[in-house]
């Protein structure tokens, strides 16, 4: 199975300021023939189940707001939010569908 | 709207049996891939099953084979797990994903429902 590895496994970020969380899959997901990551985002709050904002690596959910973006290939992935809100407080967790799907350990994300 | 509700968690022994269902609404149930992801009590996310739209292709995460088995019923838009010779390591949330995007067992989950808990304990 691939595995999946996210860092930092938490960070706190001042409210307006940038948060980046990395993923590192074990082997590649990226798919050659159709040259797309099999990669996505979710964020999960407390109590809830997990949101799905960011698939093919790069391509925002509709409905989830434009300070969310994705982005790498290969092996390489980061999930950045430009200007950390109050409601942005969350677990993320990346996860590949390249083969049998695996989700990152996930990052939690509070404010400083 | 697309829903999915899942039901029939609940304390179990070791050793014990349980069944959950996945209520499926506002989308075409019979056109899309499910899964069951299933999260231990503080911990992250675990795949545990696939089921193809018709039924025809089955995975199992290699945790629970040969200990669950999942079923989908179109016609009336639900999704169903067995797990029997439950262990307490199963213990957690577990939730029902609709699949898209799919290749083979693994697919983007572009909708969860909300979960519903199983305890495994004595």
């Known amino acids: 199975d691939i595995v999946m590895t996210q860092s930092p496994d938490s960070l706190a970020v001042s409210l307006g300021e940038r948060a980046t969380i990395n993923c590192k899959s074990s082997?590649?997901?990226?798919?050659?023939?159709?040259?797309?990551?099999?990669l996505a985002w979710y964020q999960q709050k407390p109590g809830q189940p997990p949101k799905l904002l960011i698939y093919?690596?790069?391509t925002r959910e509709s409905g989830v707001p434009d300070r969310f973006s994705g982005s790498g290939s290969g092996t390489d992935f980061t999930l950045t939010i430009s200007s950390l809100q109050a409601e942005d407080v969350a677990v993320y967790y990346c996860?590949?569908?390249?083969?049998?799907?695996?989700f990152g350990g996930g990052t939690k994300v509070e404010i400083k | 709207e697309v829903q999915v509700v899942e039901s029939g968690g609940g304390l179990v022994k070791p050793g014990g049996s349980l069944r959950l269902s996945c209520a499926a609404s506002?989308?075409?149930?019979?056109?899309?891939?499910m899964n069951w992801v299933r999260q231990a009590p503080g911990k992250g996310l675990e795949w545990v099953s696939f089921?193809?739209?018709?039924?025809?292709?089955?995975y199992y995460a290699d945790s629970v084979k040969g200990r669950f088995t999942v079923s989908r019923d179109n016609a009336k838009n639900s999704l169903s797990l067995q797990m029997n010779s439950l262990r307490a390591e199963d213990t957690a949330v577990y939730y029902c994903?609709?699949?898209?995007?799919?290749?083979?067992?693994?697919?983007?989950?572009?909708?969860w429902g909300q979960g519903t808990l199983v305890t495994v304990s004595s």
């Open positions: 093919w690596a790069s």
């Open positions: 994903a609709r699949g898209q995007h799919c290749s083979g067992d693994s697919c983007l989950l572009d909708y």
């Open positions: 506002g989308f075409t149930f019979g056109g899309y891939s």
């Open positions: 082997q590649s997901v990226l798919y050659s023939s159709t040259n797309y990551n099999y």
């Open positions: 089921i193809s739209s018709s039924g025809n292709y089955i």
């Open positions: 996860q590949q569908y390249y083969s049998t799907v695996t």
